[in-house]
């Protein structure tokens, strides 16, 4: 049996085998024999995201050739997502957090949603230039029109108010989820938003498989989720102030608002209702770069 073949299988394996073969061995001994020669137990790593495309890298090129410009014109360039759904109650949350020596917070021992308090959705919306966030927790379905209302509301809270002359606005999104490169929806509910603002929107999308590096996710969702660890989301006004009140001492500064409106699923966008959309794809990988333009 070659070496590889041997580590493939569990100790006890690999004893039964060696005994087979007429040697008097135990799998501690195996494992021993193992570490001897730089085998170490090892759980899986994430790392694969999906299949690689032709413009993988050049579309990051492109996002941050963007970005950059976008940024030194002083027009506001966002990183947007949905964050992991929480279940509202008293439920185990990962981590640790200081109690009383022997008085551990006590919480369920099965974690099945509570139909009455339901879940948390959290969007959030991080602006690059300014290191600043906005959360919207939304208690029903996550949508595009509720992507989308996420990002009205970060503009008519945050974003106006720091460029009052901005005339485009950047997003970067994954390319999967409400706020997908092929959802009909979220380039409706855009049109309308740009209708509202004026402003003309300029999509860019991450390619299939590479979300973790949406800037969103290392700049503001990891840091949530260390605020609140060991803590118990009890409710959904906990949800809002933990979210509230995360910081970094890189600045990091975190608004969030409950949005108690209801989303419906499945809806349908018909070729009629996508041809008001005034899209203007772009050249460069015209699936994940597209303007989507006000109608005034």
Request: with cysteine; aromatic share 8%; net charge positive.
């Amino acid at each position: 049996m070659r070496p590889l073949q041997w580590v493939s299988k569990s100790c006890d394996k690999i004893a039964v085998a060696l005994r087979s073969m007429g040697h008097k061995v135990g799998r501690t001994t195996v494992g021993i024999l193992l570490e001897s020669i730089g085998y170490r137990r090892m759980s899986n790593r994430k790392t694969f995201e999906g299949g690689g495309h032709v413009d993988r890298d050049a579309q990051f090129e492109h996002i941050n050739a963007e970005a950059a410009a976008f940024i030194g014109n002083g027009q506001p360039v966002i990183s947007v997502d949905t964050k992991k759904k929480e279940p509202i109650g008293d439920f185990k949350n990962g981590g640790t957090d200081y109690r009383p020596e022997g008085r551990p917070e006590h919480v369920r021992v099965y974690d099945f949603v509570d139909k009455v308090l339901g879940k948390a959705v959290p969007y959030g919306v991080y602006d690059l230039a300014s290191n600043t966030a906005f959360v919207s927790v939304g208690i029903d379905h996550d949508t595009a029109e509720f992507s989308v209302n996420s990002i009205r509301a970060w503009w008519l809270c945050m974003g106006r108010e720091r460029y009052p002359d901005a005339k485009r606005l950047m997003i970067t999104a994954d390319c999967g989820g409400s706020n997908g490169a092929r959802v009909r929806l979220w380039k409706i509910e855009l049109q309308k938003f740009a209708d509202e603002t004026g402003l003309s929107i300029h999509v860019c999308h991450y390619p299939p498989g590479c979300s973790k590096w949406n800037k969103i996710e290392h700049r503001l969702f990891c840091h949530i989720t260390q605020n609140w660890r060991g803590k118990p989301l009890v409710s959904r006004e906990v949800v809002v102030e933990l979210i509230g009140a995360t910081t970094t001492k890189a600045g990091l500064t975190v608004r969030c608002m409950l949005d108690t409106k209801t989303y419906g699923k499945g809806t349908v966008v018909t070729d009629e209702q996508l041809e008001i959309v005034r899209i203007e794809r772009n050249d460069f990988c015209p699936q994940w770069n597209y303007i989507i333009a006000p109608k005034k």
